[in-house]
């Protein structure tokens, strides 16, 4: 489902699938994909669950079938490290980008991206340094305050904690909107989050029940 938000005067859709839609751009904003996560803890003797990149590969895909979309720009962290360069890994991305050849594709370096490297060139990934300046927005990984442009950024992995009358709760992923600095939660489904608090000159926005609703 979409929410849709209005941000320095331009209107931005927020995604019950733990991404953003620009539709002036034609635009997705995805942050924290982590590719290849499981892959590299299983490199490392780690017993993790199997499909991680294929589910996400999937869930991408589903975005793509309903939006109109020229661009999909990855705010930091395509892949997670170098055990992400697993065959399986890079074999399902090689087959999702084949079907996928007409889109533009943008990596905006993240600090996993420094260790993992840069994604293979078969890929066709333009790789940029932070920030990336956009309309009224700077498109970073890590969340430092621009100068000039509202920054959209990733790396935190926001997740927001509701508590109900008793001791019932429920984390969920987030999208914090801030006044100059707001953050998307992780796409990735193997990436875990870090709790994040609401505050006046904030705005909070939970994912459940495959759709994204406003904290009051």
């Known amino acids: 489902?979409?929410?849709?938000?209005?941000?320095?005067?331009?209107?931005?859709?927020?995604?019950?699938?733990?991404?953003?839609?620009?539709?002036?751009?034609?635009?997705?904003?995805?942050?924290?994909?982590?590719?290849g996560k499981a892959s590299a803890y299983r490199s490392l003797g780690q017993p993790v669950p199997q499909g991680t990149t294929t589910e996400n590969l999937q869930r991408l895909d589903r975005l793509l079938s309903a939006l109109p979309c020229a661009q999909v720009i990855f705010l930091g962290d395509f892949l997670h490290g170098p055990g992400s360069h697993a065959s399986g890994t890079l074999n399902a991305l090689r087959a999702w980008r084949e079907r996928n050849r007409e889109l533009a594709l943008t990596l905006i370096r993240g600090n996993h991206d420094k260790r993992a490297g840069d994604p293979p060139a078969e890929l066709g990934v333009e790789v940029v340094a932070e920030p990336l300046l956009m309309g009224p927005f700077a498109l970073q990984h890590e969340p430092d305050a621009h100068a000039s442009h509202h920054v959209l950024a990733g790396h935190v992995h926001p997740v927001y904690r509701l508590r109900g009358k008793g001791r019932q709760s429920l984390r969920l992923p987030c999208f914090q909107l801030g006044l100059r600095v707001s953050l998307l939660p992780a796409f990735g489904a193997f990436t875990g989050g870090y709790a994040v608090e609401q505050k006046d000159d904030q705005r909070i926005y939970v994912i459940g029940d495959e759709d994204v609703w406003p904290v009051q």
Do not use: N, Q
């Open 1 to 35: 489902m979409v929410c849709s938000v209005t941000l320095e005067g331009e209107e931005l859709w927020l995604l019950a699938e733990k991404a953003v839609y620009w539709p002036a751009r034609r635009c997705l904003l995805i942050a924290d994909a982590h590719f």
